[in-house]
């Protein structure tokens, strides 16, 4: 997991750097998705990419259910079983990652419009790098991607995972986050930075939330949890 928070930062320091000295990677990825000629992105009111999309998100909300359910072990019917610091660690992790900081904190005050919306693509609004806040779009903007920032919270099942398993859950994490995010850019509902910070911030959060919350996750890799 390290590795893969390491990655994405380095990519996120060069894209950023690159943008700094005026060679636009968002707007250059962006561009190749975009038609002029039918003023439409790849995938844009293409249904079945939307059903793909609505499917990835009923898979993140059933892990969210069920790490909530784990809590219920505090209750005399003890519904799943989930060691409780792992169940407060995965509903922590999603309140504060993808429910208080992309969805509170940024995106209705952090102003960049969407790709749909700047004026390169048909729109009217114009373009902002992802560090500028005072873009003119007034909610719902698109810094920082809310679904690749909820998509990524798959990792914190995936942690959990006992060894040898734990490095195919990771990888099938990392996918599932790609695909949600590489839709959502193809859409034009957002940028590749967009994305990019959203998954970071929440691997971030993670790995700072199961250090704090639940340290003993380390250990799956010898035995499956177990009730305490």
């Not at 250059?28 to 793909?52: E, G, M, Q």
């Not at 920032?149 to 099942?157: I, R």
């Not at 995972?161 to 859409?187: D, G, H, K, N, Q």
Request: with cysteine; glycine share 6%; aromatic share 10%.
């Amino acid at each position: 997991m390290r590795l893969i928070a390491y990655l994405l930062l380095g990519i996120a320091i060069v894209t950023t750097a690159l943008q700094l000295l005026g060679v636009n990677v968002d707007i250059a990825i962006s561009k190749l998705l975009y038609d002029p000629a039918t003023r439409h992105f790849t995938v844009d009111n293409f249904s079945k990419v939307s059903a793909l999309r609505e499917n990835g998100l009923v898979a993140v909300s059933t892990c969210v259910v069920c790490a909530i359910l784990g809590l219920m072990r505090f209750l005399p019917w003890r519904l799943p079983s989930i060691r409780p610091r792992a169940a407060i660690f995965l509903t922590v992790s999603m309140l504060v990652g993808p429910g208080l900081l992309v969805n509170v904190a940024m995106k209705p005050h952090w102003g960049r419009p969407r790709p749909y919306e700047i004026t390169q693509f048909g729109g009217t609004l114009p373009f902002v790098n992802w560090w500028d806040p005072n873009g003119a779009c007034d909610s719902n903007c698109s810094f920082i991607s809310g679904e690749a920032s909820t998509a990524a919270w798959m990792f914190g099942p995936a942690m959990l995972v006992p060894m040898p398993w734990r490095t195919v859950a990771i990888a099938a994490a990392a996918a599932f986050t790609l695909f949600i995010s590489t839709l959502r850019v193809m859409a034009g509902g957002h940028f590749f930075t967009d994305v990019l910070f959203g998954a970071l911030a929440t691997i971030l959060i993670l790995l700072l939330f199961r250090r704090l919350i639940d340290p003993a996750a380390a250990d799956t890799s010898r035995t499956a949890p177990t009730s305490p």
